[in-house]
C-alpha cells in the first residue's frame, strides 16, 4: 500500500552524493537523478541553518520551469557549524587536517537543510545533530585522510568512515543527517506529497 502510494510522485534527486543515493534506496523510494552545476556561495551575514536552508533552495531554483505534474525534486546541503563558523569541504589535504584539528576535543553540529520542492509547493527543512569529537592525535588525522580521502565531505569527515568508529565520542541527534541526509524527516515530508 505503502509503495503504491509512492508510487504517484517521481522523486527527482539532484545530488552525486552516493550517501544519500544509497540513502534513497534503502528507503526503498524510488527515483530518478538529476544534477546541476551550481555555485555554492551564499551571503557572508547568513549564519548555521539559514546557510543550508540558502543552499538548498539555490540548488532547487535551477530546476525553475522544468518540473512536471508529479514531480518532487529533492536538493540538499549539508554544512558542520563549529564556533560560529561554516567548516564546508575541505579545499585541500592541508585544509582538511586543520579542519580535523579544530575538531578534536570539541563537539561541533552537523546541519543539513532539504528542499522538496513541486510545481505547486516549496518546502525547506533543516535537522541539526550534534556531535563530539575524542581527542586525535595528528598521526590519526594524516591516517585517515591518506586511507579515506574525505576531501568531498563538509568537515573533512564521514562518520560513517574509520574516523567515526575510533574518534566520535557522543552524538544527540540524527545519524543518518550526520551521514548527510535526515531520512525520518524527509519520509515524512514526502508523505505531503502522496
Given at each position: 500500500?505503502?509503495?503504491?502510494?509512492?508510487?504517484?510522485?517521481?522523486?527527482?534527486?539532484?545530488?552525486?552524493?552516493?550517501?544519500?543515493?544509497?540513502?534513497?534506496?534503502?528507503?526503498?523510494?524510488?527515483?530518478?537523478?538529476?544534477?546541476?552545476?551550481?555555485?555554492?556561495?551564499?551571503?557572508?551575514?547568513?549564519?548555521?541553518?539559514?546557510?543550508?536552508?540558502?543552499?538548498?533552495?539555490?540548488?532547487?531554483?535551477?530546476?525553475?520551469?522544468?518540473?512536471?505534474?508529479?514531480?518532487?525534486?529533492?536538493t540538499s546541503d549539508t554544512i558542520v557549524w563549529l564556533n560560529g563558523k561554516a567548516l564546508g569541504k575541505p579545499k585541500d589535504y592541508d585544509?582538511?587536517?586543520?579542519?580535523?584539528?579544530?575538531?578534536?576535543?570539541?563537539?561541533?553540529?552537523?546541519?543539513?537543510?532539504?528542499?522538496?520542492?513541486?510545481?505547486?509547493?516549496?518546502?525547506?527543512?533543516?535537522?541539526?545533530?550534534?556531535?563530539?569529537?575524542?581527542?586525535?592525535?595528528?598521526?590519526?588525522?594524516?591516517?585517515?585522510?591518506?586511507?579515506?580521502?574525505?576531501?568531498?565531505?563538509?568537515?573533512?569527515?564521514?562518520?560513517?568512515?574509520?574516523?567515526?568508529?575510533?574518534?566520535?565520542?557522543?552524538i544527540e541527534g540524527s545519524y543518518t543527517n550526520v551521514v548527510g541526509l535526515p531520512t525520518e524527516m524527509l519520509f515524512q515530508k514526502l508523505?505531503?506529497?502522496?
Amino acid at each position: 500500500m505503502l509503495k503504491e502510494k509512492l508510487n504517484k510522485i517521481n522523486i527527482i534527486l539532484a545530488s552525486g552524493s552516493p550517501r544519500r543515493q544509497q540513502f534513497f534506496k534503502e528507503m526503498d523510494l524510488h527515483y530518478t537523478i538529476r544534477l546541476k552545476e551550481i555555485e555554492e556561495i551564499y551571503p557572508e551575514h547568513l549564519q548555521a541553518e539559514e546557510i543550508t536552508n540558502f543552499l538548498a533552495e539555490l540548488k532547487a531554483s535551477a530546476f525553475e520551469n522544468e518540473l512536471e505534474e508529479n514531480d518532487v525534486l529533492v536538493t540538499s546541503d549539508t554544512i558542520v557549524w563549529l564556533n560560529g563558523k561554516a567548516l564546508g569541504k575541505p579545499k585541500d589535504y592541508d585544509d582538511a587536517f586543520k579542519m580535523l584539528q579544530q575538531l578534536a576535543n570539541q563537539t561541533h553540529e552537523v546541519i543539513t537543510s532539504v528542499c522538496l520542492k513541486s510545481i505547486v509547493k516549496t518546502d525547506v527543512f533543516h535537522c541539526v545533530t550534534k556531535v563530539t569529537f575524542a581527542n586525535l592525535s595528528d598521526e590519526a588525522i594524516r591516517y585517515y585522510l591518506d586511507n579515506y580521502q574525505p576531501f568531498d565531505k563538509a568537515g573533512s569527515y564521514g562518520i560513517q568512515d574509520w574516523i567515526g568508529l575510533i574518534g566520535i565520542s557522543k552524538i544527540e541527534g540524527s545519524y543518518t543527517n550526520v551521514v548527510g541526509l535526515p531520512t525520518e524527516m524527509l519520509f515524512q515530508k514526502l508523505m505531503n506529497y502522496v
